[in-house]
């Protein structure tokens, strides 16, 4: 019976242990944060490549075909990279020449080669790309063009030369001439000659025949007594623009004096301009020409402005052959 004051003791003796040891722990300091990991700044250079290095394409001398190449361009890098390429040779041009391009993304522009009046031989070109602030910039892609001889005619069952078909070449040729000048534009068949109220033009024709807006290419003859060439040429971006649609406030964009006619001697201008309207659509307008006398002789075109991006290379390649004759 004298046992049991002695349990009760020691059951409050160990109670009161426990409650020591939860109060002990609960007064210890909470375990430390683990130090942040540290972040490595995002690399935002971007870095250029192209994954066609060379352009290979081979004709026979009389051959019209215009044959058309792909080139891929990367930002393998970060950032956001500008791009842009340019060609070094007349036979070959391009579309969609310039860009932006996000890490690891890829734009595609397509090259077209002609041997369209060149003799059997082989040529070379480069076009190169370059990337505003890239690493690997620029990047140039050699193209070569071979040109073989055509082979000699055979002769029919008469014994005479065998007739060959003679494929439709890929222009078509407008001529102008009076008592002060005489010249010759080449222009892509895919356009269709079309009446249209420009003022001053000799000859209008656009690219599609259902529509006057989409790419119209012309000439224009004007006078120039008292005025420059830039107000010679500012008139006739408003009028070409007018008629493709936009609204008739140019803006000189880009001018250039240092080229010359088809015949590599006639001094010749380039000028570029756009005309930007919240009340229409964006319209570039680019011109060529030369002057003679008290006369401008000038081939203009015109289309919005993401379609003028993409024919800028065909209207300067079409431009480019306004040759005076005498």
């Excluded at 190449?69 to 500008?82: F, L, Q, R």
């Excluded at 690493?135 to 055509?150: D, E, F, N, R, Y």
């Amino acid at each position: 019976m004298m046992k049991r004051p002695c349990s009760l003791l020691k059951t409050i003796l160990f109670s009161f242990l426990i409650l020591s040891m939860v109060a002990v722990a609960a007064c210890e300091a909470p375990a430390a944060e683990p130090e942040p990991v540290a972040q490595k700044p995002e690399d935002t250079t971007p870095l250029l490549t192209v994954d066609t290095p060379t352009i290979l394409q081979q004709f026979t001398a009389g051959d019209s075909n215009t044959r058309t190449e792909s080139i891929n361009v990367h930002n393998d890098g970060g950032g956001v990279m500008i791009w842009a390429a340019s060609e070094s040779q007349p036979w070959m041009w391009m579309e969609d020449t310039s860009g932006e391009l996000e890490r690891g993304t890829m734009n595609t522009f397509k090259v077209y080669i002609s041997p369209s009046s060149l003799a059997a031989g082989t040529y070379t070109g480069d076009i190169t790309i370059e990337g505003v602030g890239a690493q690997g910039s620029p990047q140039v892609v050699k193209v070569t063009m071979l040109i073989k001889p055509a082979p000699a005619p055979t002769t029919d069952t008469g014994g005479g030369p065998a007739r060959k078909a003679v494929p439709p070449p890929p222009w078509e040729y407008y001529q102008y001439k009076n008592d002060n000048y005489n010249f010759v534009l080449k222009y892509p068949t895919s356009y269709a000659t079309k009446q249209l109220p420009v003022s001053s033009a000799t000859f209008v024709a656009v690219a599609s025949a259902s529509s006057n807006k989409a790419d119209t290419i012309m000439i224009i003859v004007t006078g120039s007594y008292g005025v420059t060439t830039d107000d010679v040429m500012a008139e006739a971006a408003k009028s070409a623009i007018r008629v493709a649609g936009g609204r008739a406030n140019p803006k000189l964009v880009s001018s250039d004096n240092t080229t010359t006619l088809a015949d590599g001697v006639t001094p010749a201008f380039e000028y570029v301009y756009d005309s930007r309207s919240a009340a229409s659509p964006p319209y570039e307008f680019y011109a060529f020409g030369f002057q003679k006398g008290s006369r401008y002789i000038i081939f203009g075109a015109t289309g919005t402005l993401d379609y003028a991006a993409t024919r800028m290379q065909t209207w300067k390649e079409t431009g480019h052959t306004l040759e005076l004759v005498d």
